[in-house]
Nanobody, 124 residues
């Protein structure tokens, strides 16, 4: 079964940057996509960004477009989320998730495997 482990969260001031990492293991899918989502207490989990492994397609939520960048390192089976110009409203637990298809989807329901999450806190 696929396993995902996030890291890189922390506390940063508004305007600062963080890079999250998601190490994926335990699967042999030839075609898949990895996405980043975030969630704050009392709210639904929301889409942030997604990367198609085979086609290298990406998509971003409007709220992060131009500030966040999703990328990958094939040799390390790792997906990164570079977050720049962070805002207090970016504060959330960030999760990476995998779906065994490269077709771009943004609903959490379309993803089968999830990491444990990493907290990002942006102070004003």
């Amino acid at each position: 079964e696929a396993q995902l482990v996030e890291s890189g969260g922390g506390l940063v001031q508004a305007g600062g940057s963080l890079t999250l990492s998601c190490v994926a293991s335990g699967f042999t899918f030839d075609d898949y996509a990895i996405g980043w989502f975030r969630q704050v207490p009392g709210r639904e989990r929301e889409f942030v960004a997604i990367l198609s492994w085979r086609g290298d397609d990406t998509r971003y939520a409007n709220a992060v477009y131009g500030r966040f960048t999703i990328s990958r390192d094939n040799r390390r089976n790792t997906v990164y989320l570079q977050m720049n110009n962070l805002r207090p409203e970016d504060t959330a637990v960030y999760y990476c998730a995998l779906r065994p298809s490269s077709f771009i989807m943004t609903s959490p329901d379309e993803f089968d495997f999830w990491g444990q999450g990493t907290q990002v806190t942006v102070s004003s």
